[in-house]
Structure formats: C-alpha cells, structure tokens
Nanobody, 120 residues
Framework: VQLQASGGGLVQPGGSLRLSCAAS????????MGWYRQAPGKQRELVAD???????NYADSVKGRFTISRDHAKNTVYLQMNSLKPEDTAVYYC???????????????WGQGTLVTVSS
C-alpha cells in the first residue's frame, strides 16, 4: 500500500491550494483518512481528518478556511485550503488507516509529504 500526495507549492497570503492524496495497492478497505502538517522546528500536528461516514475533524487554526473531502471509489482524500496564511507554511502529510490484502488489522500509512509555502 502506498499513499501519493500532490498539490503543494508556493502561494501568496490569501490564496488557495488543493492537496490530493491517493492510496494504491492491494487494498480491501480504507478507514479514516487525514492530513497532518509539520512546520520547521515544530511537531507534526493534525490538520483535518474524515471518516468513512463523512464526519470531519479540523484543527482550530484551520476551521472555516480548509475543507477535507474524500472519494471512496478512488481511495483519495483532498484538502482544499483557502485564505492561506504564512503560518500555514509546512510540509503536509497525508495519512490513511488501511486494511490491505493479507492483513488482519488496519494499518497506518503515510504519504511522502508535500511542501506548502505561503509567502509574498
């Protein structure tokens, strides 16, 4: 199982970006999918996650600006980021709880990280 993230880049304050992350491989089921971020010198933190029923959870710092969604058929999670601020600058990692073929338990997988830089 692999997670492939894309969509990062450089954007001016107030701008928008959309991140995507697709899970691939021999997958039976995907449970919670989410996005985390890690800024320089800081610990990795949860940005948002979404369960199979569509219930979402957001960090207070991004509520009202970021929207997480998923496409079950494509095993893909998205993060629409609007009104970006310099403090949103970080490496963003996708995360998924996956049951793969031959596994008996759901396992946590991480994407490779994509850099988001918010700067004028």
């Amino acid at each position: 199982v692999q997670l492939q993230a894309s969509g990062g880049g450089l954007v001016q304050p107030g701008g928008s970006l959309r991140l995507s992350c697709a899970a691939s491989g021999s997958i039976i089921s995907v449970n919670i999918m989410g996005w985390y971020r890690q800024a320089p010198g800081k610990q990795r933190e949860l940005v948002a996650d979404i369960n199979t029923g569509g219930s979402t959870n957001y960090a207070d710092s991004v509520k009202g600006r970021f929207t997480i969604s998923r496409d079950h058929a494509k095993n893909t999670v998205y993060l629409q980021m609007n009104s970006l601020k310099p403090e949103d600058t970080a490496v963003y990692y996708c995360n998924a709880d996956v049951l793969g073929q031959g596994q008996y338990y759901f396992t946590d997988y991480w994407g490779q990280g994509t850099l988001v830089t918010v700067s004028s």
